[in-house]
């Protein structure tokens, strides 16, 4: 598994974490790596999972109205914790990381969603970030 997929997983893991138990960015990526202790995770996969983490959290506010937005007949608080931790993640990545290809996040996104959640919430999840890549002109 490439070392940026590998650290989305991991990300997707602690938001869902944060989303379920509201423990903050540090006591969740904290107790995460400690519970992954066992495992030689490296370095620059622990950092981009955290660099998502807090872009998500930082930004969740915004993030979250852009979904809203774009997620027709769905209440965030309605959504599947896994999807809507996905389109966060995701969201972050379109609206705040440049350095990063829209295709790249958006299939990554799909990837997760189908992996995590199932076969209709990749494509309600492609649907979602589409629309936002599209806002977003890029």
């Avoid at 979904?67 to 914790?81: D, F, K």
Wanted: with cysteine; hydrophobic share 40%.
């Amino acid at each position: 598994m490439r070392k940026r997929t590998q650290s989305r997983e991991y990300a997707l893991q602690i938001l869902y974490q944060i989303d379920i138990t509201s423990d903050s960015v540090q006591d969740a990526l904290s107790n995460f790596w400690m519970g992954h202790s066992d495992e030689e995770i490296e370095k620059d996969i622990k950092d981009f999972s955290g660099e998502l983490v807090k872009g998500v959290i930082d930004n969740i506010a915004d993030i979250d109205a852009k979904i809203s937005q774009y997620a027709t007949n769905w209440q965030l608080s309605r959504m599947a914790v896994v999807d809507r931790n996905v389109l966060r993640m995701s969201c972050f990545e379109l609206v705040f990381r440049d350095d990063i290809p829209p295709k790249v996040s958006i299939n990554e996104a799909v990837d997760l969603a189908k992996k995590y959640s199932g076969i209709e919430a990749g494509k309600f999840v492609n649907a979602i970030l589409d629309k936002i890549k599209l806002e977003k002109g890029r």
